[in-house]
């Protein structure tokens, strides 16, 4: 068991939590049936926490174009490109179990050219990791890159977004040291998970 | 007058925006004399609009041991580090009328070591420099160089939040190409600016 | 499963294989329950397998300072930072279980900062690091710092030896487009396998 | 007021200065109203300061192909990529009075892509930039661009000789702690300047 | 002459050294008038010195699409992308000699583009640099250059084992500041050590 | 023999040439023996060959309290890191015959910190190749270290100053493809040369 802090700050108790952080965090313990520890460290601060998860429910949970494992793919290249700890591990969970591929989330976050994607994923990955790491040098060939592989305004929006708010996301949790929970290191590696998705 | 368009992607018209973004794109209109671009490309995605200005509002808006124009110092410092040309030229205004310097902006954004600001400054944008470009570097180190400034721990959060909101920021205005509105060029370099702030 | 090919390049039959790569291989498949890519890759050139093998086994299999534990960090961490698929997840698996800790590998791969290592075994990857991304500037201060926790010369030696020789093998991994194999993923990640070290 | 050193090294007063050096920063200052604090710093070595003037004025001051705020865009994008203080806010001044444009500076400082400026001037300063930061990767296709955009041999040589020497000039701006006078961060801002150009 | 140690570790005497090393310098000395200092380095561990030396005549030693110098252009070229002093000087010699030209090593160690070379070995040599420098990066693309120049599968895999079997050489040489011998700074430079090759 | 064209652009003839220029470039012939080619390629452009030569006299040929060797340490180190072939060959050349050692400018060229040189040039190279590399990053503790070693101002303004200008130089030649002359390449690598310093 890793059983080093949660954050480098203070995490507060659930019982002096505003009343809708408390009931996000117990439908969220509710559903994973343990609560991930970016719930706990954001909580530090209840405006930001709400912001956050707004913010990232708007990218994360909406229709479109992408699938859901095709937006984690996107966490989880850049999050790898950003050498953060807590987003490799804990959505590489969430990848596999979308994807119901075991290995595809150790893939993307070492090096998205080997995985086993398609060229699509691929297209969409190396534009996200354009935005990751060198976005001022973004320019209409990366666009065009992208329609020629199906995506569509919509979709690019959402690629380039998902890659910002990780950015910012990455950089929350290396600023924390927040420390990924035991939980999710083996999360959709066992076939039984596969009736999780 | 720069007429190229505010965004690669589509802008919508403030009749056909939701009730509560037009609330507020009017009244930064009333306050400002003009909407900021970013206000109108992000309204294409009210959801993220919304969970946006949330979070640059708790951050930003916020009291705390950071002044207002050491908040504006962290953005300009980084959005120059991101060459993010919106960032840099809308937030260097803002920085000028809270700093009353209209010098300051310039100097952060091209080299904080050259700037006219004090070594507890120099120490706050060397941590946010980090933030953004090398966040997993992060070590003890950095957290005490800050406490040696006096800087606390809710500072050093609201440091580092900054830095990566406006890492998220960055990249959202590079992948739209959001142009700055003519506006911010000038804003805070006369004097009688001053009475602005 | 993933069935795309082991190898850029051709991947000999084993009975056609010298005698002495099939018997390492066979014996190497004794043992694991399986025969690792990186053995079929590399026997398209036998006399470059002896050699690669004949290295590895010098620098992995022998007594010293590090445990064995400790010489797979080094190189997982230095897999990691060279983005090499093969190595992360092979060597991943067996750090994984010598280290009797299923969450290590996944750390040190992302970020040895933030891993559940000592202080002694951070400043060991912090020079396995500098010897794989910046070999050109060690000097005397890299290897104050290993001796300030109690390393040795011939330790030092073999930190600086496993990650030159990694750096070789990530190369040629790269280079091959090496496959993992899909057992590596998940080995030590479960309590039975506490049994295997 | 920015009253800090203009030089970290000493600046010699006008009076001791031999006469041509004199003459031609009063010259400037005639000119200008005011002494442009790249004259004295660099009077503490007259023999450089002449060689430096000459070889400016044989770079910026002739006729060609490029236009002077052409020349000025080169000199302010590649500063930028250098961050160099001085020369972004003393050229920025200048290039905004030849372009009549009091933002353009702002943008090409920033990020060239984002600028109010044509393709041909893109591709100077796709070329300028690469001098600067990385022109030992200069190849044929480089020059072809230039050429598809109906530059000549001698405007080609202009582009990369002005971004070689603003590679030596921000050196030794940032060598010297140079300070920009605050006259310069105002020049070409506003309507009346106009006039100035 | 540079009287500095040849290793930063230990260097073993010859008369203590095991019978096969032995016969190996000293056949060594016998063909190249001095013993070079790599061998008396890694001669401080027997079995990787066996290991190494396989491994090099392996992939140096043997017949194949590409001559003997464009071997050790590789070996030149990547060793100068990594700053390696020990393999740019004596491999340096040992290219002048195979090419029977006294300027070639020092052209492709600084800067292959503005070498003698042909197109084929500027092909060639971006690959092998694509592998020293950025092997995760490696694509199609970079091996159909290589077709298009008319190397085949096995030439490809020896420019690239090369690439990565000096990867390994220069981080020993730099972790153990291995020293070049005198002699070889002057090898292949004068028109008689054409009748050496 | 390299024949290859001198450079990218038209080299004029010795006998078009202004006065003062061929002047300059026979005087050089009679003390080299040959016309190094950087004086061919600059007369394309006779203003900027006489300020290119006024500075490099200004800098090069002075009294101070850098010796010949030493200043041309600077030349090499920079030229190196630039990865600018006529630089480190030509200057190689000269330094060998100041340093009155064959071996010295391959080492500084390659990696100073493998070189025979003095504790004291070894700290003026590293503040060298900050200025050519990171000028924007210099700061107190550079000119500091530099002070330690008994440097004075007017030396460090000395070891900044050449390193800008090469910075120039470097570029220069990388734009022109500036071909070193073949008698460089041998210069100094002999014991007779120890006459001509």
């Known amino acids: 068991m890793d059983d080093r802090p949660i954050s480098r700050f203070p995490v507060p108790a659930l019982a ?4 809708d952080l408390r ?5 969220v313990q509710e559903k994973a049936g343990f609560v991930p520890n970016v719930f706990l460290t954001l909580a530090h601060r209840p405006d930001e926490f709400r912001a956050f998860f707004a913010y990232h429910d708007a990218l994360m949970e909406k229709e479109g174009g992408l699938s859901k494992a095709e937006r984690e793919m996107i966490v989880v290249a850049t999050s790898g490109a ?7 591990v ?3 969970a969430i990848l596999r179990i979308h994807a119901k591929n075991p290995r595809v989330a150790d893939q993307v976050a070492v090096n998205h050219r080997k995985a086993e994607i398609t060229p699509r ?3 969409m990955l190396d534009f ?3 935005v990751a790491v060198d976005s001022a040098s973004l320019d209409d060939a990366d666009f065009e890159a992208l329609r020629a592989q199906g ?3 919509e979709d690019i929006w959402d690629i380039g977004a998902i890659a910002a708010f990780f950015g910012m996301s990455n950089r929350l949790a290396n600023l924390t040291s927040m420390r990924p929970n035991d939980e999710f ?3 959709g590696r066992l076939p039984r998970d596969k009736s999780r998705s």
Chains 1, 2, 3, 4, 5, 6 share one sequence.
Do not use: M, S, T, W
């Open 121 to 123: 994923q691929k297209a």
């Open 16 to 19: 002096h939590l505003p009343e």
């Open 82 to 88: 950003n050498d953060c700890l807590y987003c490799v």
């Open 185 to 187: 290191y083996l999360l």
């Open 90 to 92: 804990a959505h590489g």
């Open 128 to 130: 996200a990791l354009k």
């Open 151 to 153: 995506f569509g305004d």
């Open 23 to 27: 009931a996000r965090i117990l439908a």
